[in-house]
């Protein structure tokens, strides 16, 4: 699908800190903490500093009380993505945020008190924030934005999928720019879920597949003569189930775009770095420097790895490709290009 | 909208069949599937009912593959082949006939029995089964289910903005349509009944114990219900080209977000009424050209007073001669199939008049109570209908559908 968002703003919170600087240049300081089955057997992960003074702002917004962390995350990263717009367009800005997992936490500890002390005990305060929208609610509201508001989730490719609905919203008038965003925060659970799929390795665990959180997201509208970064093309749908599917569909994903493009490798640790590895290796990968390893957090990752691939054209380097790989349903592509 | 957008199928499991035929004849008639609710225990729970659906046979898919997969996708695997049959996009195997198939799709807990039972294990210290659980629980899943069963790929985007997350689905297929992006997609939600969401609703008191009484003075609450619902949208050039034949328009489509709070609207209905505004400024028609609303209507304290009192607004004080119900009262709230299925209920009736009719009914809110449908309506010369939600998080949305669009 061709598109034509051109990025007028840009956000992030990562385990590197607060900002779109911290994404390319700043080693996350990591953490250890346990999987629930295995309390006594600490696995390292990355997290983000929510004592870092950016959230204090929103730790005193009465919407945002009984929030989790996630919903801080996203505030946060959109309000980056947001300086300077006025209000007046704000309330004309459509709000797209893409989830995998939404807000863990508090579906754990509300499903967690029921299952541990019953049903009676569950508690009508954290039901409502467990559904998906929630935290997109509480943002377009805090942040004044007025336009419509979509939370599209699956694994990393819901990133593609918002960004393709922003770019349907603006083509149909709907709104005059649209924030999209990707958000996680990280629960003990998740090492649960990534250590049966033996995606955590207890030999060199710190140079392993890291669980990760936070959000990160571009301000986007229909591009102009005056606009610098754009996307230009998003492309999804190449579903898997099997490791060979997979494979299948990465070949075809690369097969069809120019290859004379140079490719952004976003060398997740885990298969899909190898795939990454051996689908990619006869491109020419984007020439930069080393970045940090900021760990896996999904439709947060797909954001991070956006703001960086953009940040690394040049005149030089016009134009390249972005591939997104879905963890568990399907492969995607961005295209990215600057104009001056 | 800008390029003509018709339905050519559609398909449906609900509490009320296995099929949308029996569903709604089902429906016509009056009857409804409120039954004690027997999936989990409910023991701690105000609320012991629920409508449940039976799950259609999968005649297609070996014993071991129906296993694995969720209730999520036993209702939403019958429900979207339902669908494509009746559009003629099903080849004598059962797979679809476009290869590449859009898929804009609805829901709010996904496969979460499966994520349920990982949190059991994990919280047990049992380590047995978790990666079977834990991947398969995902949204994400059950779509990918939907696909390899009847054999299409391609765009998918899964909406989740709660309850009005059917409408938003059907929506963004129309709106991919209308930009040229698609020139068919297969759209709908789906939603099984589980128990964190049920325990949810319980404890926040909005299920009811008594029946569910849409528009009633006397309503207590929603009654919770399971279905998976789709439609085939696509262009009247590509119907035209392969011989389809439309069984209605796609004429308009209104979403919004009420930041009054997140669990319930804003006392004056102001974002339901934009919604409205909206689809029906897109379908080019005035509000009382609308013949038949299927309302929200959760029967909740607070939706159905305001609901009522945004169509009052919407219509200048009385609906006049459009009819109003909710069809919770018979399959219950589906979620984030509730916007699907009611859409499919509102097209029915423009396809045959039959209206379906407000049950429980005891003292109607005034503001509404000429409009709401009684028993065995009909109504032939229909050419609007309106299918509303409104969900947590403040959404709202509107679909029109028409017999033919304005010019």
Known sequence: MKIDLAVIGQGAVSPAGVGVEPLRHREPFPASVSAISQPDQPWPVLRVDLKNPAFARWQNEPRLRRVSSMTFFLVEAAEQALAGVSSAVRAETGLIVAFSAGCTTYSLRFFGSIVTQGQKTASPALFPETVFNSPVSHAASILGLNGAAYAVIGDETAWVAALKAASVWLQRERVRQVLVLGAEEFDPIVLDAYRSARWLRRNNPSNGFLASEGAAGILVRRSGPEDVRMITTARDGLIYRTKKEAAAAAERLLGESDPALPCYRSAQRNWIGSLEKKTTENRSSVPIKEQPYLGEAFTASAAWHTLRALAALTPQLPRLLLPVWGLNHQFGLLELETRK | ?407
């Open chain 2, 1 to 407: 909208m800008s390029r003509s957008i018709v339905v050519t199928g559609f398909g449906a499991v609900t509490p009320l069949g296995e099929n949308f035929s029996v569903s709604w004849k089902a429906l016509i008639a009056g009857n409804d599937a409120v039954a004690p609710l027997n999936l989990f225990d409910t023991t701690g729970c105000r609320c012991h009912h629920a409508a449940s659906a039976s799950l259609p046979p999968l005649p297609d898919l070996p014993a071991k593959a129906i296993r694995r997969l969720a209730r999520a996708s036993r209702l939403a695997i019958p429900a979207a082949r339902e669908a494509l049959a009746s559009a003629g996009l099903l080849d004598a195997e059962g797979r679809s006939t476009l290869r590449e198939l859009p898929f804009s799709v609805a829901t709010t807990a996904g496969g979460m029995a499966f994520g349920e039972d990982f949190v059991r294990r994990v919280l047990a210290r049992d380590r047995s089964h978790l990666f079977s659980e834990v991947s398969r629980y995902l949204s994400q899943q059950q779509v990918l289910d939907v696909q390899q069963a009847l054999g299409f790929a391609g765009h998918s985007a899964i909406i989740a903005n709660a309850c009005a997350s059917g409408a938003n689905a059907i929506g963004h297929a129309a709106d991919l349509i209308a930009v040229g992006e698609a020139d068919c997609v297969l759209t709908g939600g789906f939603e099984a009944l589980t128990e964190l969401v049920f325990v949810g609703f319980d404890c926040l008191q909005a299920t009811s114990t008594d029946r569910c009484r849409p528009f009633d003075l006397n309503r207590t609450g929603l009654l919770l219900g399971e279905a998976a619902a789709f439609l085939v949208l696509e262009t009247s050039e590509h119907a035209q080209r392969r011989g389809a034949t439309p069984l209605c328009h796609l004429t308009g489509y209104g979403h919004t977000t009420d930041f009054f709070h997140l669990t319930q609207p804003q006392p004056d209905g102001a974002a339901l009424i934009e919604v409205m505004r909206t689809a029906t400024s897109q379908a080019r028609i005035a509000p009382a050209q609308i013949g038949y609303i299927n309302a929200h209507g959760t029967a909740t304290p607070v939706n159905d007073g305001v609901e009522a009192k945004a169509y009052g607004t919407f219509f200048g004080d009385a609906p006049g001669s459009t009819r109003v119900s909710s069809t919770k009262a018979a399959i219950g709230h589906a979620l984030g199939a509730a916007g699907a299925v009611e859409a499919l209920f509102a097209i029915e009736a423009l396809r045959t008049g039959h209206l379906p009719p407000q049950l429980n009914l005891q003292t109607p809110i005034p503001e509404i109570a000429p409009a709401l449908v009684g028993g065995k309506e009909f109504s032939g010369d229909i050419q609007h209908v309106m299918s509303v939600n409104l969900g947590f998080g403040g959404s709202n949305a509107a679909l029109i559908f028409s017999r033919r669009p304005s010019p």
